[in-house]
T-cell receptor
Framework: GENVEQHPSTLSVQEGDSAVIKCTYS??????FPWYKQELGKRPQLIID?????GEKKDQRIAVTLNKTAKHFSLHITETQPEDSAVYFC?????????????FGKGTHLIIQP | EPEVTQTPSHQVTQMGQEVILRCVPI?????FYWYRQILGQKVEFLVS????????KSEIFDDQFSVERPDGSNFTLKIRSTKLEDSAMYFC???????????FGDGTRLSIL
């Protein structure tokens, strides 16, 4: 089955700086890669996702890049703000139009220092 | 924006007892999922459900677990004989036709004593 590795486990950055979180996946059939943000005690919320037919996607301060050859994808947050502090999870799945489960990474605790 | 709703928010149960966790997926969604998250750990896939049957299940989803869609709106997860290690947050999720994005509910915190 799929295995997703995520690094780092904790990331502390100064407010206004950029943050980068990296994930690798094992199953070359995976074609859908979402990123979820989870605040303490709350539900995971999708912040951005990317499919394997594109290499990069951007939404305001958040971007995701995908390298299919290396089976590697990354989350980039620019101009970080205190409200960006949370745990971020990457995930991967094969999306064939059916009910395929997500395989999550272990999460990155992002701390924005004021 | 429509949401996935889960009840109860917190369930406390004695070890060995049966528990049913309830979910109301987004109304026009066709695919339903259960995940669990042990405190401080990653979210783990349990099972997916489509067209009134299990589509995929993980090795965690053993014989003590079952899922059901008893009517047109509810989706339930039953744990037959709970163990201490079943203590976790259980998330329900749903997705629409051709949509990769899975919408998560707020979760049910299950505590086994």
């Amino acid at each position: 089955g799929e295995n997703v590795e995520q690094h780092p486990s904790t990331l502390s950055v100064q407010e206004g700086d950029s943050a980068v979180i990296k994930c690798t996946y094992s199953d070359s059939a995976s074609n859908y890669f979402p990123w979820y943000k989870q605040e303490l005690g709350k539900r995971p919320q999708l912040i951005i996702d990317i499919r394997s037919n594109v290499g990069e996607k951007k939404d305001q301060r958040i971007a995701v890049t995908l390298n299919k050859t290396a089976k590697h994808f990354s989350l980039h947050i620019t101009e970080t703000q205190p409200e960006d502090s949370a745990v971020y999870f990457c995930a991967a799945r094969y999306s064939g139009g059916g009910a395929d489960g997500l395989t999550f990474g272990k999460g990155t605790h992002l701390i924005i220092q004021p | 924006e429509p949401e996935v709703t889960q009840t109860p928010s917190h369930q406390v149960t004695q070890m060995g007892q049966e528990v049913i966790l309830r979910c109301v997926p987004i109304s026009n969604h066709l695919y339903f999922y259960w995940y669990r998250q042990i405190l401080g750990q990653k979210v783990e896939f349990l099972v997916s459900f489509y067209n009134n049957e299990i589509s995929e299940k993980s090795e965690i989803f053993d014989d003590q677990f079952s899922v059901e869609r008893p009517d047109g709106s509810n989706f339930t997860l039953k744990i037959r004989s709970t163990k201490l290690e079943d203590s976790a947050m259980y998330f329900c999720a749903s997705s629409g036709q051709g949509e990769g994005y899975q919408h998560f509910g707020d979760g049910t915190r299950l505590s086994i004593l």
